[in-house]
């Protein structure tokens, strides 16, 4: 790779690192907790990353259904431990990435029959549900005093064990930041210092590696 190829990819690389920070963390100042599995025998519910994700494992020796939003089945977890997700569902689609912008295809709408395919056999299924957490780009209503831990609201995803209704409940909260936490303008800040700095180096070791009179031209 020649020079102005180098520094094109270290360009990229710099000014890239805020946008993959926030791709892929979630928002520090938002918290869902589980309150309650029902039924409880046989089913944990873990968040992940705070508010970005529930982790579902199935030990109940029942067939686990988790509802999609229109009341639908959009996953499922068997007693065996075969983990099948609904592709007619549209769930399914929306829950691709934190704020539901993949469409469902045509075709599936509410109440299209269930297409089940098989994921895996670990007993185990990771969604991205929009129900646990804070769906709007900018700060709740219900956070005044965005230095104080605020509730937002309680949270509810349907469930059937064995054929019996159920539920998942929580409640997500605001959490004021440790310290304040780097605010996303720092963060790009921080990679045009970076992208500066090895411009700098790249010219510095340009110039000492040229001839003299080259040198008096700069």
């Known amino acids: 790779m020649n020079r102005m190829g180098t520094v094109a990819a270290l360009a990229a690389a710099a000014l890239a690192l805020p946008a993959a920070a926030a791709a892929h963390k979630a928002d520090p100042n938002y918290l869902t907790e589980v309150r309650s599995i029902r039924p409880p025998d046989g089913i944990t519910v873990t968040v992940l990353n705070r508010s970005d994700a529930l982790l579902l494992h199935n030990r109940s020796g029942e067939d686990v259904v988790i509802e999609g939003y229109d009341g639908d089945p959009y996953a499922r977890v068997l007693a065996d431990g075969t983990v099948e997700v609904n592709t007619n569902s549209r769930a399914h689609y929306l829950n691709q990435d934190r704020f539901g912008t993949t469409k469902p295809p045509p075709g599936v709408t509410k109440g299209a029959p269930p297409k089940w395919r098989r994921l895996d056999g670990t007993g185990r299924f990771q969604w991205h549900d929009h129900r646990m957490h804070w769906m709007g780009r900018n700060r709740p209503p219900q956070v005044t ?74």
């Open 145 to 218: 005093d965005p230095g104080v831990r605020t509730k937002i609201y309680d949270w509810t995803v349907p469930i059937e064990v064995g054929g019996a209704k159920g539920a998942i409940a929580g409640t997500l909260f605001w959490t004021p930041r440790p310290g304040g936490g780097p605010p996303a303008a720092a963060l790009v800040a921080g990679g045009v210092i970076v992208l500066g700095l090895v411009l700098l180096v790249i010219a510095v070791r340009r110039r000492r590696a040229s001839p003299p009179a080259e040198r008096e031209a700069w």
